[in-house]
């Protein structure tokens, strides 16, 4: 019992800080593994989509890929002010000319 009042104390602090801050950011962490096949010109494409959002989504805080030494595993990092900033790029993205090939190149495994 002892120990159970002990964790409820320290967690205690968290939980009402929690409860007394507000923070509307969303971030997104995708790991994916590149597609058999896809990895010729890997680094080109994921520089071009780092550029693009850049270019067409100034509200986009941070879009970072991350390429494993060996070229097979990807993650990428995003990061937005709010849900509209997010939502702005989910539809950005879901008419991109670009989308079928991110579709073709990356298999996400874990979002």
């Known amino acids: ?15 009402s800080f929690a409860g007394h801050h507000k923070h509307d950011s969303i971030t997104f962490y995708l790991d994916m593994t590149v597609a058999e096949g896809k990895s010729d010109g890997l680094q080109e494409f ?18 970072k890929y991350y390429i494993s030494d060996d070229g097979k595993k990807v993650s990428l990092i995003e990061h937005y ?24 190149t990356f298999v996400i495994t874990n979002y």
Not at 10 to 15: A, D, H, R, S
Not at 55 to 63: M, Q
């Open 46 to 63: 994921v520089s071009f989509l780092e550029e693009t959002v850049k270019k067409t989504e100034p509200n986009t805080l941070y879009y």
């Open 1 to 15: 019992m002892k120990k159970y009042l002990l964790a409820l104390l320290l967690l205690l602090p968290v939980i």
């Open 81 to 104: 002010a709010n849900s509209k900033d997010a939502l702005f790029h989910v539809n950005a993205f879901l008419v991109a000319p670009h989308r079928e090939q991110f579709l073709e």
